[in-house]
């Protein structure tokens, strides 16, 4: 991915990620643009070029049809941890998702990765539908409840 494709991305990562925050209600609206700026800057300090971490545009022929992140998360344990898999809006449902990642799944081995990782937001249902497809199960599940919502009526 050259720099000019990274700064492009970066900044719908940067959107899509604080939307995510507010919706998982890590934080307020207010808030969720500093904190995802400060989330990518620390994980990619040197941008494309930051050590361990790999991101690929996915093409099809020459059309540009989506994107992976891969790191090499623990080299010890031999874990990676996908941060990312975008598909091109136009061209969600054909199949392209699953096929960037069983790309980067193909990358990871070359690696030397065993394992593979990664964090999806619970609403995400075409996310998860994808990486169960892939072969992904639930490793940990994060609940929330509102304390400021309505007290429940009880039974
Ligand atoms: C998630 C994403 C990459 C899927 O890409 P895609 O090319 O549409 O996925 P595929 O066509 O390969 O679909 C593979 C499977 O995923 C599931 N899936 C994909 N889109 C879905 C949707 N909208 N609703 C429910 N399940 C869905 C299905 O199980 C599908 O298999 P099926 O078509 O045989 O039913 C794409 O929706 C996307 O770019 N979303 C925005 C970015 C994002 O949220 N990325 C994940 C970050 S954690």
Known sequence: ??????????????????????????????????????TYEKLLPNGVGTHGHHLYNAFNAMEKVGMIWLAEQDRVRKTGFIYDVIVVNALRRRGIGLAILRAGEGMAR?????????????????????????GFGEASVVMVKELSDPIEQRT
């Open 1 to 38: 991915m050259s720099d000019e494709d990274f700064g492009e991305y970066l900044r719908d990562a940067i959107d899509r990620y604080a939307l995510a925050q507010v919706a998982a209600k890590v934080c307020g609206p207010e808030d969720a643009k500093a904190v995802a700026v400060k």
């Open 110 to 134: 070359l690696m030397g990765l065993e394992t593979l990782r990664l964090h999806v937001v619970g609403d995400n249902f075409a996310a998860r539908g994808l990486y169960r497809k892939a």
